[in-house]
């Protein structure tokens, strides 16, 4: 397959980043796993392993929207997520490197805390460890709004703040985390693959947007699959196309929209709440690979993938890429018996 990474590479080029996250991410055999579930190969993109803070997907975006933020004289950031939120764990350790206040709404209640574990360790703990001034708000339906009212209070004290929205998921974001599928198409060359898909899991849109507009660009053919993991398909998919059509704009692309693909069924009964086939990944994941998922996302993800391969839809002789997007902080967020059972 003749990949059109060099299209891609050169809209990219256009927009400044500030070079924090730590690229490429490596492509990797899942071997066992593959074997295991007698399917297609699967190959992990660890975008877990973009470096600060931990990693996560949220560092390429946040590369690229932060960088125009301090461009155009910021002086402080705001955000927003829930209590075990990679975003914010992520922003904040962008923060301390660039020596910027990070002022972080903290959402409480999307999902029922049942331990202190959960309101405390993670995510939470490296929060504070990385020094977030943290504004402690009940969650609603418009985590975009509360960071606003943050950042209006900061105007009337004089800064200049830079808010990266819910998720870091908006048009400027997209680009960056579209720079995934550069990455993929240079490095499924070299090891002379033909993806039939891409999988990862979708909630604020901004990672979906990207991929399905770099996968439009540098990797054609390839279908781009997000699995909802926020119980809202329908919010999701219009927040994946509204975004992803913004972006391609900004990157003078003509995007065909018909690429979005957002799979329902993988929220169980809601965000953060991990079920049977979820917890399955996630163990298969660590006893075979020795790779680390977490119940929120990427094994809700993962979990997607194999109920692919249980239908039939991806098999022997095709190659399919996991997506792995971090979030391993929240690992330790869940008791052991959530995890294993009592
Ligand atoms: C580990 C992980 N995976 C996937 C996602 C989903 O990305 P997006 O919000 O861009 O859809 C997130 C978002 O917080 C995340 O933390």
Not at 204 to 218: D, K
Not at 307 to 319: M, Q, R
Request: a negative charge; charged letters at 20%.
């Amino acid at each position: 397959m003749t990949l059109n990474a060099a299209a891609l590479d050169r809209r990219l080029a256009a927009f400044p980043r500030l070079g924090l996250a730590q690229l490429p991410t490596p492509l990797q055999p899942l071997r066992n796993l593959s074997a295991h579930l007698g399917g297609p190969d699967i190959w992990v993109k660890r975008d877990d392993l973009t470096g600060l803070g931990l990693g996560g997907n949220k560092l390429r975006k946040i590369d690229y929207v932060l960088k125009a933020a301090i461009d155009a004289g910021a002086d402080c950031v705001v955000s927003g997520g829930v209590v075990q939120s990679n975003s914010q764990r992520q922003v904040a350790a962008v923060c301390a490197k660039m020596g910027l206040p990070c002022h972080l709404a903290v959402f409480h209640g999307r999902v029922a805390s049942k331990s202190d574990r959960y309101s405390n360790s993670g995510n939470a703990l490296l929060n504070t460890l990385f020094g977030a001034i943290k504004h402690d708000v009940s969650w609603d339906a418009d985590p975009n709004g509360a960071m606003a009212r943050i950042a209006d209070e900061l105007r009337a004290d004089g800064h200049n703040p830079a808010i990266l929205p819910y998720g870091i998921s908006n048009a400027l974001g997209a680009i960056g985390y579209s720079s995934l599928c550069a990455e993929l198409a240079h490095q499924c060359d070299d090891e002379a693959l033909s993806p039939n898909a891409i999988v990862f899991a979708s909630g604020s849109g901004g990672t979906h947007a990207g991929l399905a507009l770099g996968a439009n660009i540098a990797l054609p053919g390839t279908a781009v699959i997000g699995f909802d993991i926020d119980g809202e398909p329908e919010r999701v998919r219009h927040d994946v196309e509204r975004i992803a059509v913004e972006a391609a704009e900004m990157l003078d692309w003509s995007f065909d929209r018909s690429i979005i693909d957002l799979r329902a069924g993988m929220a169980g009964t809601g965000y953060g709440q991990p079920h049977p086939s979820c917890l399955n990944a996630l163990r298969l994941a660590g006893r075979l690979e020795g790779l680390i998922l977490d119940p929120t996302y990427s094994a809700k993800s993962l979990a997607g993938l194999i109920d692919l391969i249980k239908a039939g839809e991806y098999g022997s002789g095709d190659t399919v890429i996991f997506v792995h997007t971090g979030g391993d902080a929240a690992l330790f967020a869940y008791m052991p018996e959530q995890l294993f059972g009592a």
